[in-house]
């Protein structure tokens, strides 16, 4: 699928914001875990989130789809899945990561595994803590990357957990602490990063009856002695994707308004706004409706985005078309996700005519004058949005592989030409 994209200017879109990835995936597990049966509304219906639900019915979980409701009937901690089995996560590397630590509660090992791009993404940090708490971790092909086997059993205690890949890796243990021997104890020694998904985790998990003990981010503690209990749960909307349209009225100009987002919502990508204000925009909030328009100049800034990790390039989009230049720290993990996604957006800047300097942990951007072109986002569905956003403020961009979107946002090009209609 290949999409052209208009040039807009001083712009008057409406959209709803899909629901959350990030809520849809965890609450999928947790639900599975839990005891009874679970109604999730709103949830993700995206190729990755697909993946999580087909690999917990390969454990033996029911799961009902109907429209705009999963129902799941949890197996209150315990998988019997009869004999090993391997689960293919293609490149969801959300769905590998937080499912390494369910899977030691299956009867029979598991092995995980996904596309070769998953298999260069690192898995090592979570499979070291795996093994302090009683899990045994196989690397069948290269250490400390997919694909593993997982076997053994969560016997629980204390473990010290590195975060500087991934939060994911610290999400995966939490999740599953309440079903542990022993409680756990996590131990984290350096910052982690993308640290606010660790309170998107904290946030389902005590909505569905766990009881969390923490220290910020330098430790958690997970009772062992409150598991799930099901419940009827609303996914809520989500600040990633709602990023790309609050973006298209930064850099086109005019106003973009968004339904269905929490305004206190605990997702880290609501920063963006906060950045977006910085730039010179307004923003506006409602219940559920934020509004960001801009009338103005558009100023470069200097940030660090360690916590919000999938709003960095969209922001890189936004900062192409300042008045001054912008900087972007806290972002070396960027390299691990679907794509090195710090050296493709440079890449891609640049055969745009853009002037992007790249540093182990910074991007910096200088505007210039930029033309249209061809875009291949690597299989990357942010990148691809990214770079949608920009061709509606320059105009001759041609996505390339479009269809990458259904990752995390199926309804990204209908959301787009729904706009201006």
Same mark, same amino acid.
């Given at each position: 699928?290949?999409?052209?994209?208009?040039?807009?200017?001083?712009? #008057?879109?409406?959209?709803?914001?899909?629901?959350?990835?990030? /809520?849809?995936?965890?609450?999928?597990?947790?639900?599975?875990?839990?005891? +009874?049966?679970? !109604?999730?509304?709103?949830?993700?219906?995206?190729?990755?989130?697909?993946?999580?639900?087909?690999?917990?019915? %390969?454990?033996?979980?029911?799961?009902?789809?109907?429209?705009?409701?999963?129902?799941?009937?949890?197996?209150?901690?315990?998988?019997?899945?009869?004999?090993?089995?391997?689960?293919?996560?293609?490149?969801?590397?959300?769905?590998?990561?937080?499912?390494?630590? =369910?899977?030691?509660?299956?009867?029979?090992?598991?092995?995980?595994?996904?596309?070769?791009?998953?298999?260069?993404?690192?898995?090592?940090?979570?499979?070291?803590?795996?093994?302090?708490?009683?899990?045994?971790?196989?690397?069948?092909?290269?250490?400390? /990357?997919?694909?593993?086997?997982?076997?053994?059993?969560?016997? +629980?205690?204390?473990?010290?957990?590195?975060?500087?890949?991934?939060?994911?890796?610290?999400?995966?243990?939490?999740?599953?602490?309440?079903?542990?021997?022993?409680?756990?104890?996590?131990?984290?020694?350096?910052?982690?990063?993308?640290?606010?998904?660790? $309170?998107?985790?904290?946030?389902?998990?005590?909505?569905?009856?766990?009881?969390?003990?923490? #220290?910020?981010?330098?430790?958690?503690?997970?009772?062992?002695?409150?598991? /799930?209990?099901?419940?009827? /749960?609303?996914?809520?909307? $989500?600040?990633?994707?709602?990023?790309?349209?609050?973006?298209?009225?930064?850099?086109?100009?005019?106003?973009?308004?968004?339904?269905?987002?929490?305004?206190?919502?605990?997702?880290? #990508?609501?920063?963006?706004?906060?950045?977006?204000?910085?730039?010179?925009?307004?923003?506006?909030?409602?219940?559920?409706?934020?509004?960001?328009?801009?009338?103005?100049?558009?100023?470069? !800034?200097?940030?660090?985005?360690?916590?919000?990790?999938?709003?960095?390039?969209?922001?890189?989009?936004?900062?192409?078309?300042?008045?001054?230049?912008?900087?972007?720290?806290?972002?070396?993990?960027?390299?691990?996700?679907?794509?090195?996604?710090?050296?493709?957006?440079?890449?891609?800047?640049?055969?745009?005519?853009?002037?992007?300097?790249?540093?182990?942990?910074?991007?910096? !951007?200088?505007?210039?004058?930029?033309?249209?072109?061809?875009?291949?986002?690597?299989? $990357?569905?942010?990148? %691809?949005?990214?770079? %949608?956003?920009?061709?509606?403020?320059?105009?001759?961009?041609?996505?390339?592989?479009?269809?990458?979107?259904?990752?995390?946002?199926?309804?990204?090009?209908?959301? =787009?030409?729904?706009?201006?209609?």
């Amino acid at each position: 699928m290949i999409v052209t994209v208009p040039l807009a200017k001083d712009v #008057d879109w409406k959209f709803t914001a899909p629901p959350s990835k990030s /809520y849809t995936h965890r609450a999928m597990i947790i639900a599975a875990l839990a005891n +009874g049966r679970s !109604i999730l509304q709103n949830p993700l219906f995206s190729e990755d989130t697909d993946l999580t639900r087909f690999a917990l019915e %390969a454990l033996g979980v029911k799961l009902q789809v109907d429209p705009n409701l999963l129902r799941i009937t949890g197996l209150d901690g315990h998988f019997y899945c009869g004999r090993e089995k391997t689960i293919d996560l293609k490149n969801s590397g959300t769905s590998l990561r937080l499912l390494t630590s =369910l899977a030691l509660l299956c009867d029979q090992p598991i092995i995980l595994t996904g596309n070769k791009r998953m298999q260069e993404r690192p898995i090592g940090p979570l499979a070291a803590a795996l093994k302090v708490l009683g899990g045994k971790i196989d690397f069948l092909e290269t250490e400390g /990357y997919p694909p593993i086997r997982v076997h053994g059993t969560l016997k +629980g205690g204390k473990t010290i957990i590195d975060g500087t890949i991934s939060s994911q890796f610290i999400s995966s243990l939490l999740l599953v602490g309440p079903y542990a021997q022993r409680q756990i104890k996590l131990d984290i020694p350096n910052p982690p990063v993308s640290s606010s998904y660790l $309170d998107v985790t904290v946030d389902i998990m005590q909505a569905f009856g766990s009881r969390v003990f923490r #220290d910020d981010h330098k430790w958690f503690q997970v009772s062992n002695r409150k598991q /799930y209990q099901a419940r009827t /749960y609303d996914i809520e909307g $989500d600040f990633s994707s709602a990023s790309y349209f609050f973006a298209i009225a930064a850099i086109c100009g005019g106003r973009v308004e968004v339904s269905n987002l929490n305004p206190n919502s605990v997702q880290g #990508d609501r920063q963006f706004l906060d950045l977006l204000q910085s730039m010179g925009c307004t923003v506006n909030q409602t219940y559920d409706n934020i509004s960001v328009e801009r009338t103005g100049e558009l100023k470069g !800034i200097d940030c660090d985005m360690s916590s919000s990790p999938d709003t960095v390039q969209t922001l890189c989009i936004v900062a192409a078309m300042a008045s001054t230049p912008t900087t972007i720290r806290g972002i070396s993990h960027l390299k691990f996700k679907e794509s090195d996604r710090i050296i493709s957006t440079a890449k891609q800047l640049e055969k745009l005519g853009g002037d992007v300097k790249v540093e182990s942990d910074s991007i910096r !951007i200088q505007p210039v004058k930029l033309h249209g072109g061809t875009i291949n986002p690597s299989d $990357d569905h942010r990148t %691809a949005m990214s770079f %949608a956003v920009l061709g509606h403020a320059i105009g001759g961009i041609t996505i390339e592989n479009a269809e990458c979107v259904n990752k995390s946002f199926p309804g990204f090009w209908g959301a =787009l030409e729904g706009a201006k209609s």
